[in-house]
Every structure is written in C-alpha cells, then in structure tokens.
DNA sequence: TTAATACTTGACCATATGGTCAGTTATGGC
DNA sequence: GCCATAACTGACCATATGGTCAAGTATTAA
C-alpha cells in the first residue's frame, strides 16, 4: 500500500494553520453546499467565503467531492453523538422528549448541516444510501423494538414505532430544513430561543399526548400530558 | 406596450405540438430541478431527459430561469387547488383529517413538484419569497384564526395555530422530500398505497388526540381518536 | 399553391467549472 | 542558520455551462 501522506490521514494531528484553514473551508462548504446542492456548489464560492484562493481550498481538501463526503460524515457523527441508548425500563415520556429536545437542538446548533443532509437526501442520497440502509436503519429498528415493548405493555398506544419517529424527525427537521418559510410565514427575522422550547414543548405534548403515552409506574393507569393551561 | 408575442403569451392556447413538447420538459424539468436544484440543474440534462435537443427546450422556455419559475407557478397552483375554505363551524377533527389527508395525496401524487419546492425552500427560496411572506402567510393567519376559536369554544386543547400547520405540512411532506431516507431505512423499493393509508392514519390520529380535539355537538364533551386497536 | 408562421437544430460564443502543476514563500525542528 | 516539509497561489487546461442565431423544415390558413 501507499505510505500515508500527512496531508490526507485525516484526525487531529496536522498543524494550527491546517486546521484553522481547514475549519474556515468546512465552514464555508457547510454553508454553500446546503444553499446549492452538491452540483449548484462550486468551490470558487467556497473560497471565497472562507477568505482563500480556489487552490487552496483544493490542496487542503483534495477535491469538492472529497470535501462534501467529509461535510456528510461530519453531520452523521454529530448525529451519532446524539444516539444515547434505551430500554424498554426506561420512562416513554422521557424518552420521547429527551428525543424531540435533542433533535430539536440539533436543527438549532447545525441549521447549515442538517440542510445539507436534507439536500442531500433530497437528491436521492446517492452518497448516503449505504448509511441510510445499513447503521440507521439497524438504530431505528433497535428504537423500534422498545417502543413496540411500550405498546405491549400498555404503556403507550400501538403506534407504527417506524412512522413514529419519521413523525419526530420531520417536525424537528423542518424548523432548520424549512427556515426561510417558517421566517417568511411567522414575519420574523430569526426564531428565538423561546420560540424554540415553545414549539420543543408543543411537539412533545402532542406527540406524548398523541401515542398515548403514561407514566410506568402505575402500570397502565394515568395519561400523561394533561396540564389545562 | 408591445405586442403579445404568440410563443410566450402563457395559457392554453398554442398548437397541439407545442403543448406537448412543454408538458415534456416540464416533466423532465421538475424531476432535474428536484433532484439537482435549481443551479445544479442543466438545461442540457433536462432536454435529455424531455428527448429533445437543447436549443429546443430554450425555444419553448425562453430561459432556464423562465423554465423554473413556471414549475414554481405550476406547483403553487396546484397547492391553492387544495386550499379549500373552513370555518370555525366546521367540525374540527374533520378539517385536521381532510387536511392532513390532502397534504398526503400531494405527496403522493407529486413528489417531484414537493421536492422542487422544498429545494427552493432549503436554497433559501430566492424566488418564492414574496409568495411566503404574502400569499401563503395570509392563507395561514386565516387557518390560524379558526383553530383559535375552537380552542376557544373547548373543541381542543390551546395550542399554537401555526406550529400545529407545520407539524401537519414537515410530517406530510416528509414522505416526498426524504422519500430516499424512507425506503433506505424501511429496506422498501416503493412505498405501497396502503402504506401511504396508514400512515395517513397514523398521522391524523396523533395529531387529532395530541390536540385533544373534540366532537363539536357535544360541547366540550367525548374525546375523538380512541379506538383501542 | 402559396405565403406566413410555427417548429427544429447544429454551430457557435463568452464564461465558469473542477482540477493540475510548477514555482514560491513560510514554518519549525535541529 | 539550515533545510526538509508544509503552505500557498497564479497560470493554465479540458470540459460544461446558459444562451444566441441563422438556416433550415413542417404545418396551416387563405
């Protein structure tokens, strides 16, 4: 095999001009590969947001494909981060709404990301499909068969576990994916903090509330959710 | 000012040649445009996929730019067809179902269209920014204000008009814009009718017991949504 | 039949694209 | 101070882009 080069063996090591460069290069492809696609980007205009010539965006990163796929991997990892285990012991309630919390941060701290992964799924995921059907598809059926052991023991309705948490994503997702129409819907310049645990809240009310999800404790007894407010 | 040119005067009229062409590049557009965005899209690409030379698709279009802000009009259009009215008399959980329903069928029947739009969306929708701050917003103030007087009159719980639309419109949507995701990770080639039907089900269920609606003869009375199955 | 109009399309143009490369300058360990 | 290596970058290339145009062919109304 070919000896690694320094420049491309990836990590940490690598200089501070390296890696000062090379976080204003992701930064920026970040930002135009989710406003333009993968096509529509084009590594001009990177540079140019990141303050350097075209060539050197291309000597740190190799190339705009090698560039994108390690936007892509980036996004899943702090996507993997985010994938704490359950069990079926554990409180619905509290699942589902540490789930909608974290996604919803999710939207709010990488809005560039999470579009970029939209756009990229948008287009028929064609660098993505092997991740789709192979590491998340096993963590939604993992996430599945606990919810399916909700449902068995009364503790929520017997909800599609699969459309549960496509529910969840969507409407988390949308607030980062579908900004500029929720903006330009609401008349706002930005959504604020508020807003976001407003609707953090909503969701969870109306998904816990809607799954009929409650408490474990008093096996199968009392509803969650009903505050009259 | 000048004479209305026959070849770009819009409408039905035009010869049988010319309205076939079109609907060819429209198609072959709106699929190219969806999967690429709006730059990364060629017209080339396009008038491959219509079978027709390049220079063709501009004789008919005009512009790649005229080519794309016709497909916005086209999908705009269709999505004012659904908009039919309600009032605060209508009975609520109905409304919810048909609403939710529709919104699905739009999915379904056109996916390519609800990608094209979400691509502008997600591009930061350049072209579509008037109609969100405008039109749509409008359409969306007057939904709001009936789902206030029902809560109001006790027919469900208060929760926000305009995060519960969008709750409605990402979790619909979805099914259209992340089509990839879906079938990656339900392992499907296609999703079948009576998928689409559950999870229309499904969705209508959530929604109508997670905003606690209620039947509007009995004042304030049964819960809807509660067959045990 | 004829003339006007609609349609068709290959050649062409200026510009932008992703990527290479050679030559130069800066940096850091010794 | 030395020198290997990292960092930098303008010039360049083949190709693709959106769009124009002129010269054709098909269609149709009179």
Redesign the interface.
């Known amino acids: 095999m070919a000896k690694a080069k320094t420049q491309h063996s990836g990590e940490q090591e690598g200089g501070a001009i390296r890696r000062r460069n090379e976080e204003a290069i992701l930064a920026a492809a970040e930002r135009v590969f989710?406003?333009?696609?993968?096509?529509?980007?084009s590594v001009q205009e990177i540079a140019e947001q990141a303050g350097l010539p075209k060539s050197n965006v291309l000597y740190y990163m190799g190339s705009k494909r090698k560039l994108y796929v390690r936007l892509l991997e980036r996004m899943m990892a702090r996507w993997n981060a985010m994938l704490d285990d359950i069990s079926a012991e554990d409180d619905p309630a509290e699942v589902l709404s540490a789930f909608i919390r974290s996604k919803m941060l999710m939207s709010r701290r990488h809005p560039e990301g999470s579009?970029l992964f939209?756009?990229e799924?948008?287009?028929?995921?064609p660098f993505l499909?092997e991740y789709?059907?192979g590491e998340?598809?096993d963590w939604?059926q993992s996430r599945a068969a606990v919810f399916r052991e909700w449902a068995e023991r009364g503790l929520m309705d017997?909800?599609?576990p699969?459309?549960?948490i496509?529910?969840i994503?969507?409407?988390t997702?949308?607030?980062a994916?579908?900004e500029?129409?929720?903006l330009?819907?609401?008349?706002r310049e930005t959504l604020s903090d508020e807003d976001l645990e407003?609707?953090t809240e909503?969701?969870t009310?109306?998904?816990?509330?809607?799954?009929?999800v409650r408490h474990p404790t008093k096996a199968g007894a009392t509803s969650v959710g009903h505050d009259p407010?």
Chains 1, 2 share one sequence.
Do not use: E, M, N
């Open positions: 989710a406003r333009h696609g993968y096509r529509g980007a579009r939209a756009s799924i948008l287009g028929g995921a499909q789709l059907s998340l598809r939604v017997p909800v599609d699969v459309w549960l496509f529910l994503w969507s409407s997702q949308h607030y994916d579908f500029a129409q929720v330009g819907i609401t008349g407003r609707i909503f969701l009310r109306v998904v816990i509330k809607g799954c009929g407010a």
